[in-house]
């Protein structure tokens, strides 16, 4: 468990009642990494989101190694050499793995520590169930997720007609 305090100081949780934020405080927990460490990968279910309290976190997706060739066998059973590519970085007050409060609950990309991280770790499965109870407080969630995902494609545009111009 989190303290309220620590939860109440993040934008993202602004307009939540004292009781919605009591109870993020219960199913969450703080947790550090190391950098270079992954939080999870592109695919796995997700068993929580994320809030930046230090550090930078880069999303990632995986691509195959340039110039090397794989068996048929090795395509088949995905074992390929890959690279990571940071397709962007959050930050202090930032909230990545908004896909375990989104059936079917993976990720759709990774998520590593680019420096040490300091992090608040959310039980998604367990407020997916709270949702089910109280609805205003999945919707209030919900629309929070949705402003994330909306700038993060906003930002992808952004850049991707940055890589395009170069």
Request: hydrophobic letters at 40%.
């Amino acid at each position: 468990m989190v303290s309220t305090e620590l939860l109440r100081r993040y934008p993202f949780f602004s307009g939540l009642s004292r009781d919605h934020i009591n109870t993020l405080a219960k199913i969450s927990d703080e947790l550090s990494l190391e950098a270079d460490q992954y939080f999870f990968h592109e695919e796995e279910v997700l068993n929580h989101f994320y809030l930046i309290v230090e550090g930078a976190v880069g999303i990632i997706f995986k691509l195959p190694e340039r110039d090397v060739k794989h068996s048929i066998s090795e395509q088949f059973a995905r074992d390929i050499k890959t690279r990571d590519l940071v397709l962007s970085t959050v930050g202090s007050g930032d909230v990545f793995g908004w896909s375990g409060l989104i059936p079917p609950y993976k990720a759709t990309a990774g998520a590593k520590a680019i420096t040490p991280c300091r992090v608040i770790a959310i039980g998604s499965q367990e407020l997916v169930g709270i949702f089910e109870e109280d609805y205003q407080f999945g919707y209030l969630m919900t629309q929070k997720a949705a402003q994330v995902i909306r700038d993060r494609l906003r930002d992808l545009r952004i850049e991707s007609l940055a890589f395009i111009a170069e």
